[in-house]
């Protein structure tokens, strides 16, 4: 099984209204053929209602959506030619799986000949096989989310769109099935839509992802120009793990914090209020090493207030002299373990040049 020709989709400065709630403001994306797009906001930020646009089922309030060429902004979702998974899989619970999995097939009256080959391959697809019997209400959770992956893939759409489709899965089964639908994708060359509010999960999985904030697009890019590089403070709080801190001053290749002064290989970008997004795994204990190519390292002495434990890291929480807050993580084994003084001691936390990111506030 495989996608023939997958198609793109653009969506240009398109907003959507309910009333006085304004869903969408003017977006506009350009999603290519097979490219793997995550759309990530926190709830309420119109992931749902882009999602919407562009499978048919939300009439934008203004602005217009594009199959390549073709303008299907009215276009009925039955008419696209696009595969969905909702984040509450919507199977049919009194229908086999088989049954379900041939639900789009029977929908779109294709010859019924070819419907147990299609099945049987959306179904190997997902690791399935030997499943077409059973009810639905026999399956484990992430079971029934392979039925509706396979549901969405079988009549071979161009285009995917996926609103939360692991949400309800436990951490372990979901990173499996995140690393699991990476694959397909490649395997598929289909062009996959994919709604988050999970940013590791975005990252993990997506060519590129699109930050949603209060209905408008704050920044869309590959997993590391998110994270190198976020548009703003947002988007540095959102992706990662930061303490965002005030920049009293910044200078060419310098920025003043309170009373503490830091080198920075960094360029500076334009805006008034600007802040140092201080990722907790860039900052280390310092282990004696003194420079990278962007010049010296910078030392913070701070104080140890907590250390957690969580696992495969643990983060270590710390006062500056003037008492602000700021937190770094250390792998769990057991030489860096070693590293780690006891809380209220002192400690020295370095930060490389190159690393301090600095974004404008936003609002
Ligand atoms: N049918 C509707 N009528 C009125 N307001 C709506 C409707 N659908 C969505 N909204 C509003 O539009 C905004 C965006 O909603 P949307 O469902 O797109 O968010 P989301 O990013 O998918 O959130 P979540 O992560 O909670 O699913 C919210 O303020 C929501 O209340
Ligand atoms: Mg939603």
């Not at 907590?306 to 008492?323: H, I, K, N, P």
Request: charged share 20%; aromatic share 4%.
């Amino acid at each position: 099984m495989s996608v023939r020709n997958s198609t793109g989709v653009s969506i240009r400065s398109a907003s959507k209204r309910y009333g006085d709630t304004v869903a969408l403001d003017s977006i506009t994306l350009d999603v290519k053929p097979g490219e793997f797009v995550s759309l990530l906001g926190p709830s309420g930020s119109g992931k749902t209602t882009l999602l919407g646009i562009l499978g048919g089922f939300v009439t934008p309030s203004s602005g217009s959506v594009w199959s390549g060429e073709r303008d299907i902004t009215f276009m009925p979702p039955h008419k696209r030619d696009i595969g969905i998974v909702f984040q509450s899989y919507a199977l049919f619970p009194h229908m086999t799986v088989a049954e379900n999995v041939a639900f789009p097939l029977r929908a779109r009256r294709l010859p019924k000949s070819t419907w147990a080959e299609k099945v049987a391959g959306a179904l190997a697809m997902v690791a399935l096989t030997g499943y077409e019997d059973r009810n639905i209400a026999a399956l484990s959770g992430g079971q029934r989310q392979r039925v509706a992956l396979a549901r969405a893939m079988v009549f071979e759409p161009r285009l995917i769109l996926m609103d939360e489709p692991l949400s309800a899965l436990d951490k372990q089964l979901r990173e499996s099935m995140q690393i699991e639908l990476r694959q397909l994708h490649k395997k598929l060359g289909a062009t996959i839509i994919y709604v988050t509010h999970d940013q590791r999960e975005a990252l993990t999985m997506s060519d590129r992802v699109a930050v949603l904030r209060n209905g408008r697009m704050v920044q869309i890019g590959t997993p590391s120009q998110l994270y190198d590089h976020p548009a703003d403070s947002f988007v540095a709080s959102f992706i990662g793990e930061s303490t965002l801190l005030p920049v009293l001053r910044a200078g060419p290749a310098e920025v003043r914090l309170g009373n503490l002064t830091l080198r920075s290989a960094r360029e500076l970008p334009p805006g008034e209020k600007l802040l140092l997004a201080l990722q907790t795994e860039k900052l280390l204990i310092d282990d004696g090493r003194g420079s990278t190519a962007g010049g010296a390292l910078n030392r913070i002495n701070c104080r140890v207030t907590e250390v957690v434990y969580q696992g495969e890291s643990l983060r270590v929480f710390a006062v500056l002299d003037d008492g602000t807050a700021i937190s770094l993580r250390q792998p769990a084994h057991h030489a860096a373990r070693l590293q780690i003084p006891e809380v209220g001691q002192s400690m020295i936390a370095v930060l490389a040049p190159e690393d301090t990111i600095i974004v404008p506030a936003s609002d």
